[in-house]
């Protein structure tokens, strides 16, 4: 015994196929099995509503608004000459040298030191507030002895 009330056809009109469990497509509101159910495989006349996607820049990593008819590619291209945060020929960031800021002092072993005076890193022969010239700390201690 057959059920006639179970189930939808796919509205391909090449398909047409008997589908208990059919998709319905969110931009057309048709029912569709679901070798049919992508707006590519049953070629949606609503896709452009629902099929959005949208363009981020490979530099700043931000989405870069497409108009109607634009070319993405081209469109990204002028944010990255123009808009961008990260452009590679605009302001360098900071290189990080990892010594000591005390003055005259050249090594590398470093310690960072994060206090509302002072930010930065210092040795480990100047880790003391006297001896890298906190504010907090005084003056720079003299040898001792």
């Avoid at 679901?34 to 931000?62: E, G, M, R, W």
């Avoid at 109607?68 to 040298?97: F, L, N, T």
């Avoid at 930010?119 to 507030?129: K, T, W």
């Amino acid at each position: 015994m057959e059920f006639p009330d179970l189930g939808k056809h796919c509205s391909e009109k090449t398909c047409k196929q008997l589908d208990f469990l059919p998709l319905e497509c969110d931009a057309c509101k048709q029912d569709f099995c679901k070798d049919h159910f992508t707006y590519s495989a049953h070629k949606c006349p609503f896709a452009f509503k629902k099929d959005v996607q949208v363009p981020v820049c490979p530099l700043c990593n931000s989405p870069v608004p497409v108009k109607k008819g634009e070319i993405p590619d081209a469109v990204v291209g002028a944010h990255m000459d123009g808009g961008c945060k990260r452009h590679p020929g605009r302001k360098k960031e900071e290189i990080v040298s990892h010594r000591c800021s005390k003055e005259g002092c050249r090594r590398k072993e470093v310690l960072w030191v994060a206090r509302a005076e002072r930010r930065g890193a210092v040795c480990v022969q100047h880790r003391h507030p006297r001896d890298h010239g906190c504010a907090r700390g005084g003056p720079p201690a003299g040898t001792a002895g």
